[in-house]
């Protein structure tokens, strides 16, 4: 996918978080979740690869105000955040600080590779975009997200086994069934789907480290 297709896909879903945040600030709200638990719930499946014994890097697509360095800071990652929305990324400067051990910039690649990859929440809202080039979308960040890992690579989605009257066409609902055999066949053969944790998603995890 080119920038310019790129930049049509996400500038209106820059648009919509950064409304979010204006409005609700840095609460779970203000990045779209619907609570602190939810969020947490999802830092828990996403992280459960990273081996937290040894020193880890992270980068994180779509790191909104920085929660998941909040969630991993007790173990000092190098943590490397970006973001669409500029908006976020100052929130996430102001609450966690320019550091040498968390770094926030605007974008949507990362500038370093990292042990891990991490993205949550950002395969959600498609707003307008058709199902064809949102999927594209989405695979295309799976390269980016193998291409600049080491150790492996986490991301969520909203599941196509949603309850239908909870289901909404701004949002996109992926075949988890699909992404795992996307995964395992082109990544790695060491894939884990998590579908067990109460939210309509799942996370999928990619281990290149086994
Ligand atoms: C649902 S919010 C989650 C924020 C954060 N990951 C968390 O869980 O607290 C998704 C965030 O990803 C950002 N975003 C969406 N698509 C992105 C992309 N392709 N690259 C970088 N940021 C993106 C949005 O601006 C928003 O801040």
């Known amino acids: 996918m080119a920038g310019a297709s790129y930049s049509k896909v996400l500038a209106p879903v820059n648009r919509y978080y950064t409304e979010k945040i204006k409005l609700h600030g840095t609460t779970s709200l203000g990045v779209d979740w619907n609570s602190r638990e939810s969020q ?120 196509k086994y949603s309850d239908k009257p909870k289901m909404r066409p701004y949002l996109y609902y992926a075949d988890p069934l699909f992404l795992f055999d996307y995964c395992k066949k082109k990544y790695s053969k060491s894939v884990a789907l998590l579908h067990d944790y109460g939210l309509y998603e799942f996370t999928i995890l990619v281990r290149k480290d086994i």
């Open 40 to 159: 947490e719930l999802r830092f828990k499946q996403l992280t459960q690869m990273i081996d937290k014994s040894k020193k880890f890097s992270v980068n994180d697509f779509g790191c909104g105000y920085g929660s998941l360095y909040g969630f991993l800071k007790k173990h000092k990652p190098q943590y490397y955040g970006f973001d669409i929305s500029t908006e976020m990324v100052e929130k996430a400067k102001q609450t966690y600080g320019a550091s040498s051990q968390a770094q926030f910039k605007t974008g949507h690649k990362p500038w370093k590779k990292a042990d891990y990859g991490i993205a949550s929440g950002i395969f959600n809202v498609r707003l307008k975009s058709g199902n064809a080039p949102w999927k594209k979308y989405i695979l295309k960040t799976l390269d980016e997200m193998n291409a600049s890992s080491l150790k492996g690579f986490s991301f969520n989605c909203l599941t």
